[in-house]
């Protein structure tokens, strides 16, 4: 276990902007991994503001599905540390769910481990230090849209899952995190 930090939280918990403190306070190069894609104009707003706030310095991969194949081309580029910041497991599970809609649920869910295990173990396998955002899902109601439920399901594994294999886990609520592993 180990080289990841995982930063759960609410929608408009305060989630990114502690992950980027926390990658802002080390030394390094940063990769920005973005999983965000801009539906609608609320969308849009939203990944703006996440572009407005990142240093200059940082790499930018904007990528909604493949989480392993750029970020390893980038690692190879890079000499020393590297630092990583994806933002977000939400967004990557949504633009999955989209994507696999038709697919069965239990085979939906073999396939985003099996990618996000991959890219754990690229991450572990590697110089870099993770910080990966996610939304926690477990605190609310179930949704009443199948859709919804997918969704809710598969995020709640992916995030056990990530919480399982990162040695740290915070959760931000109200802007204020709680060191809840490491």
């Known amino acids: 276990m180990g080289k990841s930090t995982l930063i759960l939280g609410g929608i408009k918990s305060g989630k990114s902007v502690f992950a980027e403190t926390l990658v802002k306070d080390k030394t390094g190069s940063t990769i920005y991994l973005?999983?965000?894609?801009?539906?609608?104009?609320?969308?849009?707003?939203?990944?703006?503001?996440?572009?407005?706030?990142?240093?200059?310095?940082?790499?930018?991969?904007?990528?909604?599905?493949?989480?392993v194949t750029n970020l390893r081309a980038s690692l190879a580029?890079?000499?020393?540390?590297?630092?990583?910041?994806?933002?977000?497991?939400?967004?990557?599970?949504?633009n999955y769910l989209i994507e696999y809609e038709a697919e069965d649920y239990?085979?939906?869910?073999?396939?985003?481990?099996?990618?996000?295990?991959?890219?754990l173990n690229l991450i572990n396998d590697s110089n870099v230090d993770a910080f990966i955002v996610s939304s926690e899902v477990g605190s609310g109601l179930v949704s009443t849209y199948s859709l919804g439920r997918r969704f809710q399901?598969?995020?709640?594994?992916?995030?056990?899952?990530?919480?399982?294999?990162s040695g740290v886990v915070y959760l931000v609520t109200a802007g204020i995190p709680v060191k809840l592993k490491g």
Request: aromatic share 6%.
């Open 34 to 67: 973005a999983t965000g894609q801009p539906s609608d104009g609320e969308m849009k707003h939203r990944i703006d503001a996440h572009q407005q706030r990142r240093p200059d310095s940082w790499e930018t991969l904007e990528e909604p599905m493949d989480i």
């Open 77 to 94: 580029r890079n000499n020393g540390p590297v630092l990583l910041l994806l933002d977000s497991l939400d967004g990557w599970v949504s």
């Open 106 to 119: 239990k085979n939906l869910e073999a396939l985003a481990l099996s990618h996000l295990s991959s890219f």
């Open 153 to 165: 399901d598969l995020l709640g594994v992916v995030n056990q899952t990530a919480a399982f294999e």
